[in-house]
């Protein structure tokens, strides 16, 4: 296999999976927010909520607040997806040439590089989490000490997917590399 082959075959299978990952990312943590939202709603207002008034205004709330975020999620998730596939898929690409080009021990490919792509998802989705936060934040300043934390929620989500998919791309290199697949 080329050097410019694999490269390619890694970059375009990172870049649409970053995007896949982001778009996840986003409904999950978007599905956590709207679970912390009822449950803090029924211990607010307890068997109140349950009205007809108040389930029907409780309902509408949940539903604009999901499309809000759906919308405005969507406008930064994506080009992060992007970025993080990019870039990670630069940097797999130039670990997999570098280190395990032949490849000689599939298992500890497979290995490193969930790990180390897995902890880059982490770290630069996080980074972005926190970005997007302080351009959109009062003065550029983080507002409450929490907001650091709560990014790792979406962070450690984009890790563990981009483990997983790197061990997918991993796998693909490893046919490739034994010659049962081509391109």
């Known amino acids: 296999m080329s050097t ?6 890694i970059l375009w299978r990172a870049t649409v999976c970053g995007i896949a990952i982001a778009l996840t990312v986003q409904a999950i943590f978007g ?3 709207a679970v912390f939202g009822v449950a803090a709603a029924m211990a607010n207002r307890g068997t109140e909520l349950f009205s007809p008034g108040n389930a029907l205004a409780a309902l509408g709330g949940i539903f604009i607040l999901w499309l809000i975020g759906a919308v405005a999620g969507g406008l930064f998730s994506i080009p992060a997806g992007i970025f993080v596939g990019v870039t990670g898929g630069i940097l797999m690409s130039i670990l997999t040439r570098i280190f395990f080009y032949p490849l000689k021990n ?17 770290v630069v989705s996080w980074f972005c989490f926190m970005a997007v936060y302080l351009l959109f934040a009062r003065d550029n300043t983080i507002q409450s000490p929490l907001v650091p934390w709560l990014a790792l929620i979406p962070a450690l989500i984009a890790g563990a997917l981009g483990y997983f998919v790197s061990g997918w791309i991993a796998r693909w290199y490893e046919r490739s590399a034994n010659g049962l697949q081509s391109g």
């Open 4 to 9: 410019l082959n694999l490269f390619w075959n």
């Open 31 to 33: 599905a956590l927010l």
């Open 106 to 122: 599939a298992r500890r490919y497979r290995v490193t590089i969930g790990i180390l792509m897995g902890v880059y998802a982490l």
